[in-house]
């Protein structure tokens, strides 16, 4: 059977997909399309051959890293954008603009905060590409950054560290640093993962997290940040910060994810305490989204200290539910008619 050339495209698209997807393609190619499988194993050698794809044992294949490269720094007169020329900026020529930007935002951010507040002597850079993803990789041998913020801001342990780095503006040099690098590095980006002395914290989408297992990279105590591009996103950083800034472009606005705050605090959402912990600091923001995906119900005195005592306390923060059930819905309520 003698196929168009667009029809052969898509089919060899599908086939990288399927990859992607870490699926067999013998068997879902073979499913979706009528192709006999001596034509569906050609395809296959030729993108062995190009370097598209790499096969890692019977019917089973994975991207692979056609560029990966590596670099080792003292932590000594280090300037991040320096760097990015020099290691980064070669591999942009065939990105898209908004695709630049992303890459250009994302590796200096991370790499300031590794030069300026890891007080450790070496950083390691890593830049990686499959048919899909750049990939980026910085790690330091230094304190650790959960242990850094727990010790700055007198926190109780590394997973209250994790809860308030997501909450954004968290920094212990306010002079020099806005403490807004981390939080819309994370969201401009595809997936974002920091490890860091068996502490883990990551957002974005998780099919993502395979890539980091491809990266041969060396044994490093302190920190290491991990991210994902996708090559053929749309997403710009401009339509990012809008949508956490006001019209001064003043980051004024947060989300905070409930069910990490009962991962990694370990409670209960019953207590007024608990309520109180998760609201310290959010002082910083006029427009708070609480996040309830994946909590089933909420306690009387934690719904009545958030959505009642604080906005009484503090009526300039709005404080808005999204994702919430009718239970939790109904607890919300119930503590807004109070008097």
Known sequence: MSFTKEYRKEIIEFIIQSVSLHKNPYQSVLEKYPISRQTLAKYIKNLIEKNI??????NHFELKLFIFDKRVYDNKGLAEHIIYQDFVKPYEADKKENVKYILNYAFTEILNNAIEH???????????????????????????????????????????AIFELKKGKLTSDSENHSGEGIFFTSKV????????????????????????????RDKVNGTSVFMVIDKNTNRTTKEVFE???????????????????????????????????????????????????????????????????????KPEITILPINENSDIRFMIERALKAK
């Open 53 to 58: 794809i790499a096969k890692v044992g019977r």
């Open 189 to 216: 980006v595809d997936y974002f993962s920091i490890e860091s002395f068996q502490h883990h914290f990551s957002s974005g989408n998780k099919k993502y997290f395979y890539s980091f297992e491809q990266l041969e």
């Open 243 to 313: 949508k956490y800034t006001n019209e001064e472009y003043i980051f004024d606005r947060t989300e905070i994810t409930i069910y990490l705050a009962k991962e990694y605090l370990g409670f209960p959402l019953i207590s007024r305490s608990l309520a109180k912990r998760i609201l310290s600091n959010i002082d910083k923001f006029k427009n708070v989204f609480l996040d309830f995906s994946g909590i089933d119900s909420i306690g009387q005195g934690f719904a009545d200290e958030v959505f009642r005592v604080y906005r009484n306390k």
């Open 118 to 160: 890891s007080e450790g002597d070496k950083i390691y850079v890593y830049y990686a590409e499959n048919y899909y993803y750049s990939i980026i990789a910085i790690e330091d041998n230094g304190i650790g950054i959960f242990k850094k913020i727990k010790r700055d801001h007198h926190l109780k342990n590394e997973s209250e």
